[in-house]
């Protein structure tokens, strides 16, 4: 089994480009997440999706959008990239229909936007 | 919503030393507490979890509390190594809810 699998590594933007971060799992997961990490800031919940065709928004949505594409996959856009999105991006799954359970997490993509 | 709350933000132990990170949480319906590991250049990984039902689990040289009342919980490890070097990242949430993470704390255990 992979776990969580997420591409790019790395990207560089401009602002106002746009992309998707991918991410899948192969844990048969109900639910997962997408967070950012910055420096000092730990992990900010970006949003989740409980269950195949759910998201919701987190504590740091604007800018983003996610879709719950099946049950292995669930994608982040950013539509218009700005400089205050540089971070690092993480993408979670856990295997409940609630989120109180254990969270894998991807290696994680390192974005910058210049 | 959750408020998880970390501290310190960095610690740094001789090698055999104990190391101890304590977080707070605000929201008393929240009943399961996660401790995340982080290694550079990788994504966090669950080292140990309690939930609100018990007071003290341990696993190893790793052991985790939790007081309710007070709503705090805290990370204790023993005989720290070089190996042992990392952030750790504290977590809270309760069923149906996302976790909520604590800024993290970055340990450097020196030999």
């Known amino acids: 089994n992979a776990g969580v699998t997420q591409t790019p590594k790395f990207q560089v933007l401009k602002t106002g480009q746009s992309m998707t971060l991918q991410c899948a799992q192969d844990m048969n997961h109900n639910s997962m997440y997408w967070y950012r990490q910055d420096p000092g800031m730990g992990l900010r919940l970006i949003y989740y999706?409980?269950?195949?065709?759910?998201?919701d928004k987190g504590e740091v949505p604007n800018g983003y959008n996610v879709s719950r594409l099946n049950k292995r996959e669930f994608s982040l856009r950013l539509e218009s990239a700005a400089p205050s999105q540089t971070s690092v991006y993480f993408c979670a799954s856990s295997g409940g229909t609630g989120s109180n359970n254990e969270q894998y997490f991807g290696p994680g993509t390192r974005l910058t936007v210049t | 919503g959750e408020n998880v709350e970390q501290h310190p933000s960095t610690l740094s132990v001789q090698e055999g030393d104990s190391a101890v990170i304590k977080c707070t949480y605000s929201?008393?319906?929240?009943?399961?507490f996660p401790w995340y590991k982080q290694e550079l250049g990788k994504g966090p990984q669950l080292i140990i979890d309690i939930r609100s039902n018990v007071g003290e689990k341990k696993d190893q040289r790793i052991a985790v509390t939790l007081n309710k009342t007070a709503k705090h919980f805290s990370l204790h490890i023993t005989e720290t190594q070089p190996e042992d070097s990392a952030v750790y990242f504290c977590a809270a949430n309760q069923a149906g809810t996302a976790l909520i993470f604590g800024k993290g704390t970055t340990l450097s255990v020196s030999s």
């Open positions: 999706s409980a269950s195949e065709g759910t998201t």
């Open positions: 929201d008393s319906a929240s009943n399961y």
